[in-house]
């Protein structure tokens, strides 16, 4: 990341947190059938991790999604849908497999990952897509 970038990054932070009503969420929120629609809804940014505690890849992926999480806090919110829990949810974005990872922007989907990759992979996703 070039040093104009990290400025760039950095003063992109403070202004979402000056504007900001709330602090910003440092850590993936959990979400379910019955909360995910408002969630998506009241976070313009948004990555969704959908995994499985049996699944090693999602289990692998997991650091990374919170890394993440707290270092686009107030820019990106993060959240997590256990689809053995919230089978409506995967069903609804045809999650065939897991971990993927689907980026909202004002409520509709504008990507996603399937599978475990890498801290740099996702970053490069959430800069392409939120920047």
Known sequence: MSEIEKIR???MKE????FSKAEPIEKPIEVTDGDFDKTIA???KIVVDFWASWCMPCLML?????ELSRKYAGI???AK???DENRKTAGKYDVMAIPTLLFFKNGKVV???VGNVSQEVLEA?????FH
Not at 125 to 129: D, E, L, T, V
């Open 42 to 44: 009241e976070n313009p």
């Open 9 to 11: 990054e950095k003063k």
């Open 125 to 129: 996703k959430i800069k392409k897509q």
């Open 76 to 78: 990106v919110t993060f």
């Open 15 to 18: 202004l979402e947190k000056k």
């Open 111 to 113: 990507d996603q990952v």
């Open 62 to 66: 997991a650091p990374v999604v919170e």
């Open 81 to 83: 849908l256990n689809v």
